[in-house]
């Protein structure tokens, strides 16, 4: 007779790469990515399905930021049965660990995107107002320019680990046009 508050767990080496066993078998029935779960891990999250499967979406979904309810409808087109609330609660611990961008739409909504690896160095971004792209600069040269022209207009660039650019998308284009 177990005591109450303990789980017959299984071993870590019969899953693959040390996941979860829930998430073990989902993994090979919708092919979800183990560095996702690795990700995860190293972050020191629990890999649940709910967190892999918003992971997988955004990175399928970028550039374009997502937010929760567009989550919501792709995970229930995928038949990933996940509750609203448990999606918002996933939502909430990826940005909180890092794993995620947030951005604030022009509504108040907000659109959620992957943000790059830690080891990467800090990462430039083109934002659009309304929240639902993000595209990530790249270019070194570009960056020291932007640093450079910041610093010569008297901002401190040392306390700013990366510039955001707002710019308007197409979206956002059309939408103030119809609204003329």
């Not at 918002?88 to 659109?111: E, F, I, M, T």
């Amino acid at each position: 007779m177990a005591a109450f508050g303990r789980r017959n767990k299984s071993s870590s080496a019969s899953t693959p790469a040390g996941l979860d066993t829930d998430l073990a078998a989902s993994h090979e029935a919708s092919g979800v990515k183990l560095e996702h779960a690795e990700r995860l891990r190293a972050n020191r999250l629990r890999s649940t399905v709910a967190r892999v499967n918003i992971l997988t979406v955004l990175e399928n979904a970028a550039p374009q930021c997502l937010d929760a309810a567009e989550l919501y409808r792709t995970l229930d087109l995928q038949s990933a049965h996940i509750a609203p609330a448990t999606i918002y609660r996933a939502l909430n611990d990826l940005w909180g660990a890092g794993l995620l961008v947030r951005n604030w739409s022009d509504h108040g909504r907000a659109h959620y995107a992957i943000k790059p690896d830690k080891q990467s160095p800090p990462v430039d971004t083109l934002e659009c107002h309304c929240g639902k792209r993000l595209v990530l600069i790249e270019d070194r040269t570009l960056r020291e320019h932007l640093r450079s022209f910041a610093s010569e207009a008297g901002f401190d660039t040392d306390k700013e680990p990366a510039f955001t650019i707002s710019i308007a998308c197409p979206g956002c284009r059309k939408s103030r046009m119809d609204a003329w």
